[in-house]
C-alpha cells in the first residue's frame, strides 16, 4: 500500500506540533539542573507519560512484536506486565530514598553509599550499556521500520535518525524529551490499539484471531522454553526488572525531575498503569502480522512495520509512522541526555574539573552527546543485530545488570557494606556472567542472570562479614524537598498489582 500525500501531511503536522511544543518549553534553560532534571519541577501525569514514551520505542513495537511474531507469543508481555509490578516496587522501596539525597544519577547514589570506585565503575557500565547496546537497538528498530514501510535504505534510515535526534536533545536537554513524550507516547499507544482493532477486523474477528494463535495465547510457557520459560517468570526476569525501572538512568531521571516525593511515587505507578496496554497496543500486533502476512516477513523484527504498511489506512496510516518516527527521536534523545549527564556529572565533574561552572557542564554534555551518538551509530550499522533486537539488549544487558542490581539491593539492605562490597558486585558481574554464557550457551540468559546475582550476593555478604563498615555512611538529605506521600499512591499501586494478576490468570 503507497504511502500518500495525506500520509505525508499528517506527518508534517504531528512533528511540527511536537517539536514546536516541547523546544518551546525547553527554551532558556541554562543551569545543570534544568538543562539535566527539567529543573526538578515535573508533575506526575508528565513524568508518567514520558517514562511510558521514552520505554515504548521501535525497539518494543519492533523487537516486541517480532518475538510475538516468532515463537514467544504473548508471553513476551511478561516484560511489560513484571515491569508494571516492578515499577510500583521502584516507587515505594527505591525512589523516595533517590529523591531525599537530592541526587542526578544512580551512580552518584552508589558514591554516598560505597566511595568514589563504585560511582566510577557504574558510570562507565552505565556509559556503555547505552553506547553499545541499547541506543544502538533503537537507531536499528528505528532504521529496520523506515526501510520496511517506506523501501528506504536503512543505513541511510539510521543515519537520517541520529542527525534528527542530535538536533533536538542538544537544544533542550531533559525538558524537550518529556515534552515530546507527551505527544508521542500518547500517539503510540492510541494508533497501536487502532492498529490491532483493525488486524482483528481483518483476521476474521475476534474467534478467528484467536483460533489461529491460540497455541501463542498464553502468558507461561514451559519449563524448557529457550526463551523465556515460566521458572524465569518467578526468578530471572526480575533482575533486568528492578536494573530497567528502578536503576536505569533514562527511566529513573524523569523521576529524580519530580517536584515531590508524592509526585514522583505517582508518575512513576501512572506508567505502571499505561504499561498494561502493552499486550494489545505491541504484542497482538505482531500476532495478527505473523497470521496475516506471515510469508512476506523476512525477518521477524519487520513483523509490526509490515502490518502498518498493508492494513492501516491512508492518513491513519501516516499519523501512525508519526509516532513510531517520534518515538524514535524522544528515545534517542532520552537515551543520549542520561549518557551524557552520568559522562558529565559523574566523571567530568567529578574527576577532571570539580570547578567547572554551570555553563560548561551544559557545554560539557552537549559535546558527550555527540560523541556518544557517533558510537551507537556505527554499531547500529554492524551485524549485531540482526538476530533480533529484543533479545539482543536483553542478553547484552546481562552483563552489568546483576552487578548493578546487587550492588543497590545489599546497600540498602545492609548499612555495614563497606567500599569493597560494591566495588566487588560491579567487578565481578561481567566475568560470572559471561563465564555462565561460555560454558552453558542454551541456558535461558534469565536464568543466567539470576545465577549471577545469586553469587553476588554471596560474595557480598563475605566481604561485609569479614570487613564491615564501623559506622554506617551518611547519605545527604534534601532539605527543599516535600516528602510527604499519599493515600492515592497506595490504592493506584494495589491496583496496578491486582490488574497484572488478572491478565496472567486470563491468559495463563
Same mark, same amino acid.
Given at each position: ?63 516486541? #512484536? ?8 504473548? #508471553? ?60 544502538? #537497538? ?363 494478576? #488478572? ?6
Amino acid at each position: 500500500m503507497a504511502f500518500t500525500g495525506l500520509d505525508i501531511a499528517v506527518c508534517a503536522a504531528f512533528f511540527a506540533a511536537l517539536l514546536g511544543v516541547s523546544l518551546w518549553k525547553s527554551r532558556g534553560r541554562a543551569s545543570s539542573a534544568d538543562y539535566f532534571l527539567g529543573g526538578r519541577a515535573l508533575p506526575w501525569w508528565l513524568i508518567g507519560i514520558s517514562i511510558v514514551a521514552a520505554n515504548l520505542s521501535t525497539e518494543q513495537f519492533v523487537g516486541m #512484536a517480532g518475538q510475538a511474531a516468532g515463537d514467544v507469543g504473548l #508471553a513476551v508481555s511478561a516484560w511489560q506486565l513484571t515491569g508494571s509490578v516492578g515499577i510500583v516496587v521502584v516507587a515505594f522501596v527505591f525512589l523516595p530514598r533517590f529523591l531525599r539525597t537530592g541526587i542526578y544519577t544512580m551512580p552518584e547514589y552508589l558514591e554516598y553509599r560505597y566511595g568514589a570506585t563504585a560511582r566510577a565503575l557504574m558510570s562507565v557500565l552505565t556509559v556503555v550499556i547505552y553506547a553499545l547496546v541499547t541506543t544502538p #537497538a533503537v537507531l536499528y528498530s528505528g532504521g529496520t521500520a523506515l526501510e520496511t514501510v517506506f523501501d528506504i535504505d536503512r543505513t541511510t534510515a539510521i543515519v537520517a535518525i541520529a542527525a534528527v535526534g542530535l538536533g533536538y536533545v542538544l537544544w533542550g536537554g531533559l525538558l524537550a524529551a518529556v515534552w515530546a513524550d507527551l505527544f508521542q507516547g500518547t500517539a503510540l499507544l492510541l494508533g497501536g490499539l487502532v492498529t490491532v482493532v483493525l488486524g482483528v477486523q481483518a483476521c476474521g474477528g475476534w474467534d478467528a484471531f484467536v483460533s489461529h494463535n491460540e497455541p501463542k495465547l498464553h502468558m507461561v510457557l514451559p519449563r524448557d522454553h529457550g526463551e523465556l520459560p515460566w521458572t524465569a517468570l518467578l526468578g530471572g526476569i526480575w533482575i533486568p526488572i528492578v536494573y530497567y525501572c528502578g536503576l536505569n538512568q533514562f527511566i529513573v531521571q524523569r523521576a529524580l525531575a519530580a517536584r515531590s516525593v508524592a509526585q514522583g511515587q505517582l508518575g512513576v505507578i501512572f506508567a505502571g498503569a499505561l504499561w498494561l496496554l502493552v499486550p494489545f497496543a505491541i504484542v497482538m500486533p505482531g500476532l495478527v502480522a505473523e497470521q496475516l502476512h506471515g510469508d512476506r516477513i523476512a525477518r521477524t523484527d519487520q513483523a509490526y512495520p509490515t502490518l502498518v504498511r498493508e492494513l492501516v489506512p491512508s492518513g491513519l496510516r501516516g499519523f501512525v509512522l508519526a509516532a513510531l518516527a517520534g518515538a524514535v527521536v524522544s528515545s534517542l534523545a532520552s537515551m543520549l541526555n542520561s549518557a551524557s549527564t552520568i559522562l558529565t556529572m559523574d566523571l567530568f565533574r567529578r574527576h577532571v574539573r570539580p570547578r567547572t561552572s554551570e555553563r560548561d557542564l551544559v557545554l560539557v554534555g552537549r559535546l558527550c552527546t555527540v560523541g556518544l551518538l557517533a558510537l551507537a551509530t556505527f554499531v547500529s550499522l554492524s551485524e549485531l543485530l540482526e538476530g533480533g533486537v529484543f533479545r539482543f539488549i536483553q542478553e547484552f544487558q546481562g552483563y552489568v545488570s546483576p552487578g548493578i542490581v546487587a550492588a543497590f539491593v545489599f546497600g540498602f539492605a545492609s548499612k555495614r557494606a563497606p567500599a569493597a562490597a560494591g566495588t566487588a558486585a560491579l567487578l565481578f558481574s561481567a566475568p560470572i556472567y559471561g563465564l555462565l554464557q561460555w560454558r552453558w550457551p542454551d541456558v535461558p540468559y534469565l536464568h543466567r542472570m539470576l545465577v549471577t546475582f545469586v553469587a553476588l550476593l554471596l560474595l557480598m555478604a563475605a566481604i561485609t562479614r569479614w570487613r564491615p563498615l564501623e559506622v554506617p555512611r551518611p547519605l545527604p538529605e534534601r532539605t527543599d524537598l516535600d516528602t510527604r506521600s499519599s493515600p492515592l499512591v497506595v490504592v493506584a499501586g494495589v491496583a496496578v498489582v491486582l490488574a497484572v494478576v #488478572a491478565f496472567f490468570v486470563v491468559f495463563w
